[in-house]
């Protein structure tokens, strides 16, 4: 992981990079999603070109995840990962109401701490 | 607002467009905030080049808001309008003890639903 066990932000590089934007709506109940999705995370960590991830989810159920990489070519092989496949399935099937997906390239980024 | 009143998801058009993704830790306490977000979410969505947002925060305190601009010089421009600007200083004074801000350029998107 990019980002310190304290800390929710991703510890990015200068831009250029891209952004995984994925906004979802999250079905009834836990059924297995904190398990897979805390896995998920763990194994995008090992992935060639991850950068870092962002994640809220409100209690009404919708959340944003904001996953970065290197380039395009580290997201399509992510989509592939088996495992991941099969999360991706059953996120389907059994987690999410809806999601959408959008992928971006980072241009420019800025911040402020305390 | 391009988002319907029950869905918060934000109605895109295909791409290419921007996406301001948000990343911030509130302080604690409300102290004026909710009030001003939906202000400004309302401002924005009255600005050339608005095209949608779609946001969440967890009861940790860690928020993600990912605005859609047809542009980014409306996003130059959205960031300079005056009421906005003094919502971004109280932001920095009062309300968030700190944000990341990701300007990119969506290339492609999906999406699923039920």
């Known amino acids: 992981m990019s980002s ?3 800390s929710p932000y991703a510890r990015l590089p200068e831009p250029p ?3 995984v934007a ?3 709506s ?3 109940g836990d059924r297995g999603y904190d398990t897979m999705a805390d896995a998920m995370v763990e194994l995008a960590s090992q992935q060639p070109g991850f950068l870092g991830v962002e994640s809220a989810r409100g ?3 919708f959340g944003i995840t904001n996953s970065y990489w290197k380039d395009e070519d ?3 092989a992510w989509k592939t990962v088996v495992s991941h496949a099969a999360a991706q399935k059953l996120g389907r099937e059994r987690w999410y109401e809806d ?3 959008r992928i971006a390239r980072v241009e420019r980024a800025y911040g ?3």
Do not use: K, L
């Open 17 to 19: 990079y891209y952004v």
């Open 112 to 114: 402020f701490e305390r």
């Open 22 to 24: 994925f906004s979802s």
């Open 74 to 76: 580290s997201i399509r």
């Open 26 to 28: 999250r079905t009834e």
């Open 4 to 6: 310190t066990p304290t």
């Open 59 to 61: 209690i009404d159920g």
């Open 99 to 101: 999601y959408q997906v």
